[in-house]
């Protein structure tokens, strides 16, 4: 699908400037994806990669210039950052982390735009943000293009990595529980 996209744009894989990927937080599986195949078409072109942020991608598709970003990260938990525009891109503020929607970091301001699928997963977040945000919007992604806008700057100013040097975030240490955690020691 890559080369497809590049031959209809009459590129070919080596005349890009580099490859960025959605670093995470996210999905363990959706993050390792999306940094082995940068990082594979990286390596076969000799371009460098860069990792986005998937909540500062989340930022940047919102619209706002001072953003909430909660992200559902299933088990009662989600993914949370504050970002503030800074230029081309986000100042984080606060994050990234993962915690339950009650402890999610809040703006020392109001005027924030609240964005991501946490706030339609856990409604708690809109009682925990009030008074701080100006508008929620749940339906707001992070998206290829933000990830796309929000790198170009990056690799114009030399800061792609070396491909083999590319890697997820991830922010949660424990995804699954071993057997002997899921059982209840008996007494």
Same mark, same amino acid.
């Given at each position: +699908?890559v +080369?497809?996209l590049?031959?209809?744009a009459?590129?070919a =894989?080596r005349d890009l400037d580099?490859l &960025?990927?959605? +670093? ?6 959706g993050?390792r994806? $999306?940094?082995?195949?940068?990082? *594979? =078409?990286?390596l076969? &072109? *000799?371009l460098p990669?860069l990792?986005?942020s998937? =909540?500062?991608?989340l #930022?940047?598709e919102s *619209?706002?210039e001072?953003v909430?970003?909660?992200?559902d990260a299933?088990m009662?938990e989600?993914?949370?950052g =504050?970002?503030?525009r800074q230029g081309e891109g986000w100042?984080?503020?606060a994050g990234?982390l993962?915690c339950p929607?009650a402890? &999610?970091?809040?703006?020392?301001k109001?005027g924030?735009?609240? &964005?991501?699928?946490?706030?339609a997963?856990?409604?708690v977040l809109?009682?925990r943000?009030? *008074?701080?945000l100006?508008?929620?919007d749940?339906?707001v ?8 806008r929000? $790198?170009?700057?990056?690799?114009a ?7 083999? #040097?590319?890697e997820?975030?991830y922010?949660?240490?424990k995804v ?6 899921r059982?209840a020691?008996?007494?």
């Amino acid at each position: +699908m890559v +080369m497809e996209l590049l031959a209809e744009a009459g590129l070919a =894989l080596r005349d890009l400037d580099g490859l &960025a990927h959605g +670093m995470g937080p996210g999905s363990f599986t959706g993050l390792r994806i $999306a940094c082995g195949v940068a990082q *594979g =078409l990286a390596l076969g &072109a *000799g371009l460098p990669v860069l990792g986005v942020s998937t =909540l500062e991608a989340l #930022a940047e598709e919102s *619209g706002g210039e001072r953003v909430a970003a909660c992200l559902d990260a299933r088990m009662h938990e989600i993914y949370a950052g =504050l970002y503030q525009r800074q230029g081309e891109g986000w100042r984080c503020l606060a994050g990234p982390l993962v915690c339950p929607p009650a402890a &999610a970091p809040l703006p020392d301001k109001a005027g924030y735009v609240g &964005a991501g699928s946490g706030f339609a997963a856990y409604p708690v977040l809109a009682e925990r943000f009030a *008074g701080r945000l100006v508008r929620i919007d749940a339906t707001v992604f992070p998206h290829a293009r933000a990830i796309a806008r929000l $790198a170009a700057p990056c690799f114009a100013r030399g800061e792609g990595r070396p491909a083999e #040097a590319a890697e997820p975030l991830y922010i949660r240490d424990k995804v699954a529980l071993k057997i002997h955690e899921r059982v209840a020691p008996q007494s």
